[in-house]
């Protein structure tokens, strides 16, 4: 059987949807949380989730959607948030609201720990050249002989005392300069990372139509321009650093 693993579609139903596409004989689907903001795609994104079949793993971003006063961004991001909130279709939200917290499951007979990844104080987010004591920390005491985990946005894995830390990647905002959606595949029981191009331009049409983001220009040309670069957040480190090092 195989088994789609995707994490961080961040609103970007075109990505989404080349992955679904290219693996459509996937059974199953495990996704690492943050689904919608803060992205131009909030309903198209939630039908495509919504007709998945599998594990969903609520993400600090999915938290957002369900008590938006935890949203606390500057005046652009947040119009960007405030207009996600405005136009999202409440029935979205049963899906939401089922999202799991992050813990140990079982998958095509595959034990797995599965967390969006997000951590607490200094540490904030395990990367390809964190600390170990980072990746222990998303494991949490499982022993699990996988952890799977999103949030960093950045393709990786590694082996720590037995156990195989994967990070899939991000399906909907790249940081590592280049313009694809990253996932992953359980196949035959064997984990493989995968990367698919997209179609940029229905993504970019639905930030321009985005009217709360008149008032914010630059901002929706920064938004489109990290898209189009791959660098979602800005061209800066430490993404600049793993481009460099052919991470995606």
Not at 127 to 145: H, I, K, N
Not at 146 to 173: A, D, M
Request: charge should be negative.
């Amino acid at each position: 059987m195989k088994t789609l693993v995707i994490s961080d579609v961040h609103g970007n139903a075109e990505a989404l949807s080349a992955i679904l596409e290219k693996e459509r004989d996937a059974k199953m689907t495990v996704f690492l949380g943050d689904s919608i903001l803060p992205g131009p795609q909030p309903n198209e994104t939630m039908e495509l989730l919504q007709g998945l079949s599998g594990i969903s793993i609520m993400g600090n971003h999915d938290l957002e959607m369900l008590e938006p006063q935890r949203a606390n961004a500057p005046a652009s991001w947040q119009a960007l948030l405030d207009w996600t909130f405005d136009v999202f279709d409440p029935a979205g939200y049963e899906y939401l609201r089922n999202m799991l917290p992050g813990g140990d499951f079982e998958v095509d007979g595959i034990r797995m720990c599965l967390r969006h990844g997000n951590l607490p104080g200094a540490l904030r987010r395990a990367l390809p050249d964190s600390p170990d004591e980072a990746l222990a920390e998303l494991a949490d005491g499982s022993d699990c002989p996988y952890v799977l985990f999103g949030h960093s946005h950045v393709q990786f894995r590694r082996t720590l005392k037995g156990q195989e830390f994967i990070n899939p990647g991000s399906v909907g905002q790249n940081r590592c300069g280049k313009l694809l959606a990253c996932y992953g595949v359980f196949e035959d029981r064997v984990f493989h990372h995968r990367h698919v191009e997209f179609d940029p331009n229905p993504w970019l049409e639905a930030v321009d139509g985005i009217t709360a983001l008149d008032d914010h220009p630059d901002f929706r040309e920064w938004l489109k321009q990290g898209l189009l670069s791959g660098y979602g957040v800005g061209e800066r480190e430490p993404w600049t650093r793993y481009a460099q090092q052919g991470y995606f």
